[in-house]
């Protein structure tokens, strides 16, 4: 199986667990790793036979920029199960930290889910 990758988008929003979370905008790190078969797109130099990267930085930007949630868990969850509507995604692995919230520390959460058929 094929990779694609985003790495590194920066957003901010107001999303945790203390009331200052939810009041203050900080900034939210997200990484994805998508699995796909970039076969046919590398064959016909097409988008339209390509995952496209814009789409899924779309999706991710309206769950994080959306409403607040309290957990980075909650955000993940949501992204995946959005990203992986397109069923040409096999499986997607993502990384939402939080580098603002700790002066010493990256707290965040990856998960890892799949297209079952």
């Known amino acids: 199986m094929d990779h694609l990758h985003i790495d590194n988008l920066s ?5 945790g667990v203390s009331a200052k979370e939810r009041r203050v905008e900080q900034e939210f ?6 699995g796909v078969d970039t076969s046919k ?3 016909t130099d097409e988008l339209k036979d390509a995952v496209d990267y ?3 930085k779309n ?5 994080i920029e959306g409403s607040s949630r309290y957990l980075v868990e909650k955000l993940a969850e949501e992204i995946a199960a959005r990203v992986l509507k ?7 692995e993502i990384t939402v930290r939080k580098p603002e919230v700790w002066d010493n520390g990256i707290p965040g959460v990856t998960i890892f ?4 058929k």
């Not at 957003?11 to 999303?15: D, L, M, N, Q, Y």
């Not at 999706?59 to 769950?63: D, L, P, Q, R």
């Not at 397109?86 to 997607?92: A, E, L, M």
């Not at 889910?113 to 079952?116: D, E, M, Y």
């Open 41 to 43: 797109a590398s064959i």
């Open 113 to 116: 889910r799949a297209n079952i």
């Open 11 to 15: 957003f901010r929003a107001k999303h």
């Open 86 to 92: 397109d069923k040409r995604i096999k499986t997607i």
């Open 29 to 34: 790190a997200v990484s994805v790793k998508l």
């Open 59 to 63: 999706i991710i930007a309206s769950v």
């Open 54 to 56: 814009q789409e899924v």
